[in-house]
């Protein structure tokens, strides 16, 4: 894409001092910049890269003064961070709007209802009687099972599986590789030491606005759904389990995993690697750190860590103490001694 | 799915309270229960929830007596729990049975041999020589590569990545996205600090009724086999590297990772998100619980935990004082002032 | 594939003792061997396996002496391994040189440029303006988002994801199912206790030599590139945050995980299902031990251990005491019942 510096400082609101028909093709850091990047200057401490970059434009605050000749353009604005992240946002918008229509081929059930200004991708499958919202961008080789719902806004990367019976909310963001809906691991010990497989009919629901990660896995529900609340953020080669739910805003970062059947409150931090066992409830505004394993009911705003975990006070506490085993047994051995010598009255001071 | 409330009762041989008319399109626990939805009633319990359900019909035990209004129909059973699982199984079953015949656009060489009533989705790929057996399901956009074999009734969901000559047995079912046969991660470090890639030419075989869970990968021997025997079940996001072998009857839960040559024993449980060093042996019946780090081989029946794993019972003593660590800090420190005392002669009682 | 021993034997510049026309059709470990296969005879003390083996033709040092009769033909070498090695290579490459050309329906955007000798799998999808190398192998249903680079001599198995921008040098294997250029996870957090989800449009590049293994998830940059230099193996099932950057040559073990804008140096060695926070630097030959928590920067050659990490010998030697601690617990509690029978001037000896 390709924007002239004109147009920039306009969706920006700011003042443009330089040239306004220079071109604007990539937003960099300020070290990292090239000829066409545009760039920003917010923590002062950076101020010293403006007069070596190699940036064509940059955002500065408005109070902004050089101490040198600065080597490109700059746009005066009250919060340049906040100005940039607006550009990017802007950006994301228009390379996710340029995608629109359907590419052949690509298997679209007679019985699918498709909403406006959609995007399926070649090779994208939409089984019988999915209903797909407005402004949907389904990628190239997406499946949707059959019964499925995509909400408004939404976003299928490549290759992401959504198994029949699934509900995915509005503004859901679901990136490249993750499963939606694969079978939960549930099986009955037969008394020869094999297992039946129990039968999951199940769903997943997404609410709203919920972001899931690359690779992720959400198991469907045994017979009822695994719930992902409004507003959650789930990373990549995260493992939700059957029958999970998870509060609204909870954040869970990569390769955590949350066993069967367990609950996980509102506004909850889950940090990476770490894990859940099932049929526990945490509280809202839990915070797990990473590579934890929870075993049991938190508390509300309660920090856990460990594996099994404690309380994040008492595992950091107990830990500084790990560290230096070696010398509390030595003082151990060295009172061992000094008491030995007092019994046999010999004082070694 | 639409079944009446005399089709339900037959299947499970019970006895209806109700109109045998009343249409039943899902299945759902009493709490969740809606109109149209077949429920069960096996804890006792639960009991007081059968008078408000929203349920249309609900399965209970031969003997139940309402002790007020039920507003649905009753299906007396003698099990209420086990009639409900095998209404899950013949649903599944109907579901499953339902997908047949070839979705077009789909690639089938002509060297590959294809069974009776099966389903190959649309984009899913069938390389040179493979054979699939009796009705097997291949959903959309699963790979399979030259020269493999797929057994009877088996089932690979959508986006199944099976690498060349790999063998399936029968009964077996593939969650989403995972992958058999990839390469096993070896490689021979060079004079010069890089590493060459060894070459990995083996396979994986699964024997029957294995189950594989949703972006799991099972890495191909270096030349000779990885070998899930029959009756495994293998949970999401699990690595099984080159040359494992996993015994009989073996659960494996989630984010679990075995490392190459490794050999599992029968009937062993490994925990969600363990890890196994290679070249080791677990005997059978070894239960490693989650998040341990396996680095020496088992004896039979053995319970490991830790990182690395001790004994269970020796890992949960030692964890128990872990938690007290400060206070046994200060023990010490008390009986070092204690003794000071004492040499000093200065009793402190 | 099918070989007469003379052509093997000429390969590896062996002297062949017996028919020249025996045909080999696999390659096996001495005990596994079948009719048809080639083994090889390495560590002396395998030798017995050679007077039972069901091998067609084993390879053997150029001084084996048989001690009785070997049921096979023998083909002498300088390194039975090494050639053997040979033979794997060999085998590799004639398998991965056959696939080539352009199976339908396949999706290529008439902007991108193909190098010659390509193979691209049917449902494989090449975006708007990608450029593919020669010699590159695209397997089927692999994902080539818009502006991307292949390099020459590059592998992506089935199912391989790669977001727009990404560049993939030369060199490259991907394993089935990764995931090249996922949105980084990183959200603002607003008053009312939601999530902003902050817009990601860097990408990813891999220098030349690079593995990727099967399901593994490599994020974009938040606005810059996340960086994978020369060399570097990557196993199955890891995950790369957004702006990581990994140096020359570092090998990363199965599910190990590396959070956002982390740096790791050259010739690092990362265990299994390790963990790295965000924003540290490892030095060069930084080793992890598998499954540890790292926090902080490493110095040069640091060997790291534990969750959160010590060095190496610290864990080690913390570890070996905390095994024992019940009975430092029974140390400290007999000391104290000593103190307290000295201060009742009641020695017990």
Same mark, same amino acid.
């Given at each position: 894409?390709?924007?002239?510096? !004109? ?32 760039? #920003? ?82 090779? &994208? ?53 993750? @499963? ?33 990660? !690359? ?25 939700? !389990? ?18 069967? &059947? ?20 945490? !509280? ?31 595992? @950091?506490?107990?830990?500084?103490? #790990? ?27």
């Amino acid at each position: 894409m390709e924007f002239k510096l !004109a147009q920039i400082a306009k969706l920006i609101d700011g003042q443009l001092i330089g040239d306004e028909n220079i071109k604007i093709t990539n937003l960099h850091g300020l070290e990292n910049a090239l000829s066409g990047s545009l760039s #920003f200057l917010s923590n002062p401490k950076y101020k010293k890269h403006i007069y070596t970059t190699k940036a064509s434009a940059v955002i500065v605050n408005e109070q902004f003064n050089a101490d040198a000749k600065v080597p490109c353009a700059l746009i005066k604005v009250k919060d340049p961070y906040l100005s940039f992240t607006i550009l990017l946002d802007y950006y994301v918008k228009l390379k996710v709007k340029q995608k629109v229509g359907i590419e052949q081929p690509c298997h679209i059930a007679t019985s699918a209802t498709l909403g406006s200004e959609i995007y399926a991708g070649a090779f &994208s499958y939409i089984g019988e009687n999915v209903s797909i919202g407005n402004n949907v961008k389904i990628y190239p080789q997406v499946y949707i099972g059959d019964n499925s719902q995509i909400g408004d806004h939404s976003i299928l990367y490549s290759g992401v599986k959504v198994y029949a019976e699934t509900i995915i909310g509005k503004h859901c963001t679901i990136q490249a590789g993750a @499963v939606l809906g694969s079978d939960g691991f549930g099986f009955a010990p037969q008394d020869d030491g094999s297992y039946k497989t129990i039968p999951q009919i199940g769903n997943v629901i997404l609410e709203d606005h919920v972001d899931v990660g !690359a690779n992720t896995t959400i198991d469907c529900g045994t017979f009822e759904s695994t719930i992902i609340r409004r507003g959650v953020k789930i990373d990549n080669l995260i493992q939700l !389990a059957h029958n999970t739910e998870i509060g609204e805003n909870t954040v869970i970062a990569a390769q955590a995993g949350i066993s069967g &059947s367990t609950k996980v409150g509102k506004n909850c931090i889950i940090g990476g690697q770490a894990g859940l066992v099932g049929h526990i409830t945490l !509280a809202d505004n839990t915070k797990i750190q990473a590579q934890s394993g929870i075993t049991k009911n938190s508390k509300e705003g309660q920090a856990l860590y460990g594996s099994p975990a404690l309380t994040y006070n008492n595992y @950091v506490r107990s830990y500084t103490i #790990f560290k230096r085993l070696p010398e509390l047994l030595k003082q151990v051995e060295l009172l061992e001694e000094k008491i030995l010598n007092l019994h046999q009255g010999k004082h070694d001071s």
